[in-house]
């Protein structure tokens, strides 16, 4: 019998003290967020990805109704400010803003300082459609007609990168599924790359729109696709590869915000329906949409379903091409 009422009255404790700390935890949950709130990028002040984390941050802030912080912190393919992130405390008060290496850095990498599964998804921001450009020279004015220049060249179509696993890296191996001849000149930046190209030191890359539009406006390149799902609303003349008969040939440079693992599911929630909100709004739309951005407003449910398709898909691509990070 004491032994009974023992066993009893611990399992009663246990049970007392489960109920306490779900009450404090949902507490907590309520009350956030009750002090600033921080953004990792992975990149440096000035690019497409702070660009767009600076407006979201706006936004978030008035609906939250604290401080947002961007917290630049480049380097290693975006690998320190994901690292930072997925080793932070998971109590919904630093997230990053991660972008198509989140997926493929694992692919390409095996030093790599965090698993994919130590980074959540909360949902889709925006994306820069990438575009295949050429420079001026080139006697080309459709994907197919380069595809058939690249095959009078000798050792195939020069195409610059911003470096193994770098998106441009992807659309020169979808080229080359599609049946391009394609000589990868890797560079350490898309900046660099493209000036390359404008400088007529390599024939074609790739790069998101916010970059290459203006020299395309500016004559200094010359666009011959969109590598995007749809047309790019801020230059709708231009087709997609799909339309040209290439649908194989299809990313875009995404950017999504994402927690460290373990944060609080209704603190997700929270985030995920101001984040939505915010990217619907008409003032993010009206600012990146003359750029060349596309904003992309969904669920988190939605956005794990496209992280989760890109593994697979882009995942197929970089074993079959044997994609390594530049050492």
């Known amino acids: 019998m004491i032994i009974r009422k023992v066993v009893r009255l611990g399992v009663a404790s246990l049970?007392?003290?489960?109920?306490?700390?779900?009450?404090?935890?949902?507490?907590?949950?309520?009350?956030?967020?009750?002090?600033?709130?921080?953004?990792?990028?992975?990149?440096?002040?000035?690019?497409?990805?702070?660009?767009?984390?600076?407006?979201?941050?706006?936004k978030l802030s008035e609906s939250l109704g604290q401080p947002v912080i961007i917290d630049n912190k480049p380097g290693a393919g975006a690998i320190i400010g994901a690292d930072f992130v997925a080793k932070s405390k998971p109590d919904g008060y630093t997230w990053l803003i991660g972008a198509a290496g989140v997926v493929t850095n694992s692919m390409i990498r095996s030093d790599m300082p965090y698993a994919d599964s130590d980074l959540v998804p909360v949902g889709m921001i925006a994306v820069a459609p990438s575009v295949i450009v050429v420079n001026p020279s080139v006697p080309v004015s459709t994907l197919k007609e380069l595809v058939a220049w690249s095959k009078t060249q000798p050792g195939g179509l020069n195409w610059a990168t911003a470096g193994g696993g770098s998106t441009p890296h992807f659309v020169a191996e979808m080229l080359r599924e599609a049946g391009v001849a394609v000589n990868i000149v890797p560079y350490k930046s898309g900046a660099e790359s493209v000036t390359a190209v404008i400088a007529n030191n390599v024939s074609?890359?790739?790069?998101?729109?916010?970059?290459?539009?203006?020299?395309?406006?500016?004559?200094?390149?010359?666009?011959?696709?969109?590598?995007?799902?749809?047309?790019?609303?801020?230059?709708?003349?231009?087709?997609?590869?799909?339309?040209?008969?290439?649908?194989?040939?299809?990313?875009?440079?995404?950017?999504?915000?994402?927690?460290?693992?373990?944060?609080?599911?209704a603190i997700v929630e929270r985030m995920s329906k101001a984040l939505e909100a915010a990217v619907r709004s008409k003032e993010f739309r009206d600012k990146m949409v003359p750029s060349g951005i596309e904003p992309e407003p969904g669920t988190t449910a939605q956005f794990i379903t496209f992280i989760t398709a890109e593994r697979n898909r882009l995942g197929k691509l970089a074993r079959k091409a044997n994609m390594q990070a530049d050492k």
């Open 15 to 58: 049970l007392a003290m489960t109920a306490v700390t779900r009450h404090v935890a949902a507490q907590a949950d309520a009350a956030y967020p009750n002090r600033p709130v921080h953004i990792v990028v992975g990149f440096s002040p000035g690019g497409g990805n702070d660009i767009l984390a600076r407006l979201v941050g706006q």
């Open 204 to 265: 074609a890359t790739s790069e998101a729109s916010i970059v290459v539009l203006p020299q395309v406006k500016g004559g200094k390149l010359k666009a011959v696709a969109t590598t995007y799902t749809k047309r790019i609303t801020a230059y709708d003349s231009l087709p997609t590869a799909k339309e040209q008969g290439f649908p194989q040939i299809e990313i875009g440079h995404w950017a999504g915000l994402f927690a460290p693992k373990g944060t609080p599911p």
